[in-house]
């Protein structure tokens, strides 16, 4: 027998195979599902580590946790039971009184969660366009700024932002940067090696990839006080990721790559197809070479682009409305990332009030034959129009 060879399998592999399990006892390549909500002490009455009560976390998700820090080159991972919860606990731990810099437009519910902390005078927060770099540096104030927010691609316009360059503004000025790349998971986007200090991923969306579990997944480069203080949070107020739901996302992760390569493909597709189709006014999308956010899009992708676009249609608020309900391959669904295609009339899910264009339709494309999603959008928008 000669000893192991010293080559590592790439990424690719070692996700696919969830870093080559193999449970000691059994020789199970799948992980068991660690249940209990509660361990018992050992013979000295002592507490077993590193868990003694569910909320601590548990061995199940501590192994989808360790699948998620290998995309992300991440020191460590914590999951938590949605993306709010994750976004929630990050506001939470910040001094009161802290400063915060966040996009104009962005996922609605963590707007609404920072505006809530705002209002309620635990924070202040200043805004900045989406994707545009001069009013964040103009946002930020020197020596008081303690977090600034990017999302990027921007949900639901799809703006992109640079960002090793927000994160120099947030850096000079003594602030953490904080990513969320929901829309380009780590496999397309590693925020942390770009300079964010905190990637932040909506795990609901494209790491499970099926739509049956809701989770979220902070990241760090470097742990710190502030990471124990957001573990705390966690903890405290008992959000972290069921082990049910978590043994489902390890599952969903070993067909990530495979499944985030052909919603590219078919996003391309379904893009390059209606890009000046003559009942679409715009395709937002930055695979197309004429989108704003091209180039740096492409820099940050690996120039695969993601999955998620939205188009807006020619006519009227109505018209928009009639392409999602006429559809019959789209799911008119809310959410994105999952094996599915799903179309969404934004301002109705958003409400009065959030500035979102009113003919515009988020499409979340999904693994399916792309034909069919590009004939069932014809046929949708012939018979809305007709
Ligand atoms: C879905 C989403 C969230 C919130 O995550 P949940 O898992 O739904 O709680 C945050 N940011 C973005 C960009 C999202 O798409």
Same mark, same amino acid.
């Given at each position: 027998m000669t000893d192991k060879s010293n080559r590592t399998p790439s990424l690719v592999t070692r996700v696919t195979q969830a870093l080559h399990f193999v449970e000691a006892?059994? =020789?199970?390549?799948i992980p068991s599902i660690q249940p209990t909500a509660t361990y018992a002490r050992d013979e000295s009455y002592e507490v077993r580590? &590193?868990?003694?009560? #569910?909320r601590d976390g548990s061995q199940t998700t501590a192994q989808a946790e360790a699948v998620i820090s290998e995309m992300e080159g991440a020191a460590e991972s914590l999951l938590f039971a949605s993306g709010m919860s994750a976004c929630t606990a990050v506001i939470e731990h910040l001094p009161t009184g802290s400063h915060v810099v966040v996009p104009k437009v962005m996922y609605h519910g963590v707007l609404a969660q920072i505006q809530g902390y705002a209002a309620k005078g635990r924070i202040n927060v200043s805004y900045y366009t989406a994707g545009n770099l001069e009013e964040l540096a103009a946002a930020v104030e020197p020596g008081q700024t303690t977090l600034v927010w990017v999302e990027?691609?921007? %949900? $639901? %316009?799809?703006e992109v932002t640079d960002i090793a360059a927000a994160a120099e503004i947030a850096h000079a000025a003594g602030a953490k940067l904080l990513t969320d790349c929901t829309g380009t998971p780590p496999n397309l986007t590693r925020a942390l090696d770009f300079g964010a200090d905190i990637s932040f991923h909506?795990?609901?969306?494209? +790491?499970? =990839?099926?739509?049956?579990v809701t989770a979220g997944v902070l990241s760090v480069r470097e742990t710190g006080q502030f990471w124990e203080d957001i573990y705390m949070v966690r903890k405290l107020q008992g959000t972290v990721l069921h082990s049910f739901d978590a043994w489902l996302l390890i599952r969903g992760m070993r067909t990530l790559f495979l499944r985030v390569e052909r919603s590219c493909q078919n996003a391309m597709a379904v893009a390059k197809h209606f890009? /000046?189709? &003559?009942?679409?006014?715009a395709v937002l999308y930055p /695979? +197309?070479?004429?989108? $704003? /956010?091209h180039a740096v899009a492409k820099a940050q992708t690996g120039g695969q682009f993601g999955g998620m676009m939205s188009i807006i249609v020619k006519g009227t608020e109505q018209t928009a409305i009639d392409v999602t309900r006429f559809?019959?391959?789209?799911?008119?669904a809310t959410s994105l990332g999952g094996v599915e295609s799903l179309i969404e009339h934004r301002k109705t899910v958003s =409400?009065? /009030?959030? $500035?979102?264009? $009113? #003919?515009l339709l988020r499409l979340s494309i999904g693994i399916e034959d792309v034909n069919d999603l590009i004939y069932d959008l014809e046929q949708a928008l012939s018979r809305a129009t007709s």
């Open positions: 006892e059994t =020789g199970a390549v580590k &590193p868990y003694w009560y #569910r990027t691609p921007n %949900n $639901p %316009n799809w909506s795990a609901t969306k494209y +790491l499970n =990839g099926h739509s049956d890009d /000046g189709h &003559p009942q679409i006014e /695979g +197309l070479p004429s989108d $704003p /956010g559809c019959e391959v789209f799911y008119p =409400g009065e /009030g959030f $500035p979102v264009h $009113p #003919r």
